[in-house]
């Protein structure tokens, strides 16, 4: 099993999004996907940003992490 987690793009530059996951920020690759912009949410897996995401999957997901702490 993968597991991934949501996380907010807060930048892109050059193939590369800042991105924010529960408060830590941290760079990812961004080559996978098109169109993203700041304010998209993405999964993220392994350093790569692999989906773009809408707001009620993050919100269901991040429900998830909460329950598993």
Known sequence: MCVGLS????RIDD?????????AQREVSAELLDDLEP?????VHAGIAIA??????VEVQDAG???NR
């Open 52 to 57: 773009k995401i809408t707001g009620e999957k």
């Open 15 to 23: 193939g590369t999004a800042l991105i924010d996951a529960s408060g």
């Open 39 to 43: 304010g998209d949410y993405v999964m």
């Open 65 to 67: 992490s909460e329950e």
């Open 7 to 10: 996380a907010k793009v807060l």
